[in-house]
């Protein structure tokens, strides 16, 4: 079952997803609802994000994303809770992001993209961070990163090469305040896509 609002939904359900239009995204992050999938919970809710290039219409919604950097957030909820959730809220994200030769090839390249996830839901370090829209409350997290090289041949767009970082991660929300969640997932978008820091300024060719 998709969210659609309706008041027959559970309130804390219908309250998760509400606090998800609270969340503080940074403007070179698009995000909008797409389909969840089904049949993974009672109840489920996704949005997709993506990096946006110059020049990129401001108004469409990443449902099916092309460009190189995107993911998507999705929130399952089981009144009932799920014995390996340990909760009832749970949160699946997903993200892909071109990087340069010289990152894919770092050894450490997973540990790094791991910590980026890690320390913006703030685990393992007491298990809950600070983000702009309050507290975050995280329990039994877990997930892989892959880097992969894609070689193209014959006629087809695109660069000789190309590499890509993939993250995927699950964790269960305590409350139903999910905006901070939402934030936390932007913010290893942000990274994994090369976006300088909030308030930084990257300079132009000379």
């Known amino acids: 079952m998709t969210s659609s609002g309706a008041p027959t939904e559970p309130a804390d359900f219908r309250a998760a997803v509400a606090s998800l239009h609270a969340a503080r995204i940074r403007p070179e992050i698009e995000v909008g609802p797409i389909r969840p999938p089904q049949r993974l919970a009672p109840y489920s809710y ?7 290039a110059g020049g990129d219409d401001p108004d469409e919604i990443p449902v099916d994303s092309t460009g190189s950097s ?5 929130v ?6 799920q014995e390996a959730w340990n909760g009832t809220m749970r949160m699946v994200a997903f993200i892909q992001a071109e990087v340069e030769a010289a990152l894919a090839m770092d050894p450490l390249l997973p540990e790094v993209a791991w910590s980026w996830l890690s320390d913006a839901l703030g685990v393992p370090a007491g298990e809950t961070a600070a983000g702009p829209s309050g507290p975050i409350s995280v329990t039994a997290l877990g997930g892989t990163v892959t880097s992969t090289t894609s070689v193209r041949y014959g006629d087809i767009a695109g660069p000789p090469r190309a590499h890509q970082l993939e993250l995927r991660a699950s964790w269960t929300a305590g409350g139903t305040e999910l905006g901070g969640h939402l934030e ?10 090369g976006l300088p820091p909030v308030g930084v300024t990257e300079l132009g060719p000379a």
């Open 46 to 52: 996704a949005v997709g994000a993506e990096v946006r």
């Open 70 to 74: 995107f993911g998507r957030l999705i």
């Open 76 to 81: 399952l909820y089981d009144p009932a809770g």
């Open 184 to 193: 936390a997932f932007c913010d290893v978008l942000s990274s994994a896509s």
